[in-house]
């Protein structure tokens, strides 16, 4: 008998000291500890166990009575062998978040430090009571059955052909349509369908352009303060990094030195400072844009999340030389789950960041398109936006007032909206040491030194979409309390 294509399979090790019977149980339980077998899963019969192994069927027969002795598996009439299902609870529950399946070993390559910063959360940030952590959505906000209804329009027969094949040359024209009219319109920008490339979040549009720009050998200045995951996919695709100061009106423009091709830049929100880029800062960097014959990578971070004044216009409606490379994700409005973003250029940039997309990852998911073009079509996703708008209000107002009334010893940047605070000590304030109090508490932050090229750390960041708005007030006490034991 053939056994399954998915089949695991075992191998006897090539020394042991065991019989074979108790290598065999060995083998079994330590992959059954380590999650590779799965309760619903047949084991190997005694037959197929006994070929792979190069032993008898008795002695595969003894093995398996003696792990059904040990209760880590199960034998059903006329099925065979399974791992006990009573197992798999206890498993989970006592495993650490990594779980080693063999000996620890020396690589085969030694790998220098690549100045790469990661997100380090930790892998089971939702466990605790208050994870101030940005980057996260309220999951009870998200529409599951408007999406459930997109889902299934998309997998409809009669659908099939906008999606079953291969797309490296083009994108869903059905999501490109409902970009252009629904959301690129609602910032001022009108952009024909060549002019848009579709990408796996912001992220990836970052690293595409770091990519396709890379030969010209001229360096890319950024915020800094500024976004990390710019300064990794920079750095990755072998950019040169300047460091560009902000202050209470955004990027200084001033500051940008000579002889750069790219600026990147967060107007509507600074990540992570979030004050708004002023009108006069935006028009003098276009002008600065013209006259030192540069291009400006507009990250549109969070513009929907005003809750004091109207959405400021973006650089790109404000471009009329085509300098500005825009760059919209869905992460924050509809799932960072989901990985979907896009960018908009002058067509020549979008075609040969076609290519760069192409031999990078093909396509995005084209299913994972059309559901979500379905989900602006049928007015889902100007819904949720209202409602995500609303609810964040609340939270920011509260936030601003604990704030305000806990930790006014800090210094905090003036926003207009956002999902996030920045906060800053005194000379000498360390907010790593901060942190690390905190996590013992419950609480998590954002230390700022990740943000900092100089590796500043005397500031931090306080997201607040994940934390019930009856929770903001109890965490920004335990964390003035620690901060007032640090002064």
Not at 242 to 262: E, H, K, N, R, S
Not at 407 to 436: C, N, V, Y
Request: hydrophobic residues 40%.
């Amino acid at each position: 008998m053939v056994g399954s294509v998915t089949q695991s399979k075992f191998v006897l090790p090539d020394r042991s000291d065991l019989g074979l019977r108790d290598q065999i149980c060995e083998l079994v339980s330590a992959a059954i500890t380590s999650q590779v077998l799965s309760p619903d899963k047949r084991l190997p019969s005694c037959r197929e166990m006994a070929e792979q192994l190069g032993v008898s069927r008795n002695t595969v027969f003894a093995a398996y009575g003696r792990l059904i002795d040990l209760g880590l598996v199960v034998a059903r009439d006329r099925s065979g062998y399974y791992v006990n299902p009573l197992l798999e609870e206890k498993i989970i529950s006592d495993s650490s978040p990594t779980v080693s399946s063999g000996k620890q070993t020396t690589a085969p390559v030694h790998f220098e430090s690549l100045g790469l910063v990661p997100v380090d959360n930790p892998l089971n940030w939702t466990s605790y009571p208050y994870p101030f952590i940005y980057n996260q959505i309220d999951p009870d906000l998200f529409p599951v059955d408007s999406w459930r209804e997109c889902t299934r329009l998309a997998l409809g027969t009669t659908q099939m052909h906008t999606w079953r094949d291969d797309s490296v040359e083009s994108d869903s024209p059905q999501l490109a349509q409902q970009l252009r009219q629904r959301l690129l319109s609602s910032r001022g920008i009108y952009a024909d369908e060549d002019e848009i490339l579709i990408t796996l979040g912001a992220q990836n549009a970052l690293f595409i352009i770091g990519a396709t720009f890379a030969h010209k050998n001229k360096p890319i200045a950024i915020e800094d303060p500024g976004f990390f995951g710019a300064r990794n996919a920079f750095n990755l695709t072998g950019n040169r990094i300047i460091g560009v100061p902000t202050d209470d009106q955004g990027l200084m423009v001033d500051a940008i030195p000579t002889g750069c091709q790219l600026v990147f830049t967060t107007p509507s929100h600074q990540f992570p400072t979030m004050v708004t880029m002023s009108q006069e800062r935006r028009e003098q960097l276009l002008e600065s844009a013209d006259a030192k014959n540069y291009l400006v990578i507009e990250d549109d971070y969070e513009a929907e999340m005003n809750y004091l004044n109207n959405r400021s216009q973006s650089l790109r409606a404000l471009d009329k030389n085509n300098r500005v490379i825009y760059i919209g994700s869905l992460s924050k409005t509809v799932s960072p789950g989901i990985r979907l973003g896009f960018m908009v250029a002058h067509r020549d940039i979008i075609k040969h960041a076609r290519i760069v997309r192409g031999v990078m990852m093909r396509h995005p998911p084209t299913i994972v398109q059309e559901v979500v073009a379905l989900f602006f079509r049928l007015g889902y996703y100007d819904s949720h936006i209202r409602n995500i708008e609303r609810r964040y209000k609340k939270r920011w107002h509260a936030m601003n007032a604990s704030i305000e009334k806990h930790l006014g010893m800090l210094h905090r940047t003036k926003t207009q909206g956002g999902t996030s605070f920045w906060l800053t000590g005194p000379q000498g304030f360390d907010a790593t040491e901060l942190s690390i109090r905190l996590k013992g508490k419950g609480v998590l932050i954002d230390v700022g030194e990740r943000f900092c090229l100089n590796g500043d750390n005397r500031s931090f960041r306080l997201g607040f979409a994940f934390v019930p708005i009856k929770k903001l007030d109890e965490g920004i006490k335990l964390i003035a309390e620690e901060v007032r034991q640090l002064l």
